[in-house]
């Protein structure tokens, strides 16, 4: 069911962006994100919209709707299946990790005792770095589809969270982003949240940020 979501969602965002792509080439400028998200089939004709134009708005819109209701019902079944999992409130004791990232790390990873190191996990999480590099210069990169593509993605959306929300995160990744860039700091934290969230399954014990970012 995890998979499933992450599915619906995916296709959910590729609607959204055709609203944006749609209103930017009509008006300027874009709605964000959330805003189209919430748009109903009645807003549609409120916004002034040519009528072949307004009636594809509303098309993307009503399956915007349809998918909402479905990933609501999902994540819903996903997390009454999980809260009676100790692992479930131990890992959303993670910055960034919320009740479905919670959800598809737990899934994702189950037994966490098939890995027999913390780099194991990360390497299986695709947080390691796969590239090759010869006198301080990138060579090319091994091969980054090993592991597993729903917690790579998960790890990386905690990454964003965390850098938003928690101040060691946040440091952690502006320093890291002064020596490369954005998306290798990105990388960088979400690795750092892969190994914390192996430890707090393997030892059973909730997130300690000095332990993190030491």
């Known amino acids: 069911m ?5 599915q619906l969602v995916r296709s959910r965002t590729q609607q959204v962006l055709a609203v944006e792509n749609i209103l930017a080439r009509s ?3 874009r709605l964000s994100s959330n805003a189209i998200k919430r748009l ?3 807003h549609v ?6 009528t072949d134009v307004a009636l594809a708005v509303k098309s993307n819109v009503a399956i915007i709707a349809a998918l909402n209701t479905q990933i609501a019902l999902l994540e819903q079944r996903l997390v009454e299946g999980a809260k009676p999992r ?6 959303k004791s993670v910055p960034g990790i919320g009740e479905v990232l919670a959800i598809v790390i737990l899934l994702e990873t189950g037994d966490i005792t098939r890995f027999a190191q913390v780099g194991n996990f990360a390497s299986y999480a695709r947080c390691v770095d796969s590239a090759r590099y010869s006198n301080g210069k ?3 990169e091994g091969n980054t589809k090993n592991g597993n593509a729903y917690l790579v993605w998960a790890f990386i959306e905690a990454a964003n969270f965390a850098r938003r929300f928690c101040k060691e ?3 952690f990744f ?13 990388k960088a934290l979400a690795h750092k949240l892969a190994r914390a969230s192996y430890h707090i399954l393997k030892e059973k014990q909730p997130f300690d940020v000095k332990r993190c970012f030491a």
């Open 169 to 171: 995160a946040n440091t």
């Open 174 to 186: 502006e320093k890291k982003k002064a020596k490369t860039n954005g998306v290798v700091a990105t």
């Open 45 to 50: 004709d409120t916004l002034g919209l040519a």
């Open 86 to 91: 100790p692992e479930y409130a131990l890992l």
């Open 40 to 42: 109903s089939v009645d």
């Open 138 to 140: 990138k060579k090319g």
């Open 2 to 6: 995890s998979r499933k979501r992450i």
């Open 27 to 29: 008006f300027g400028s």
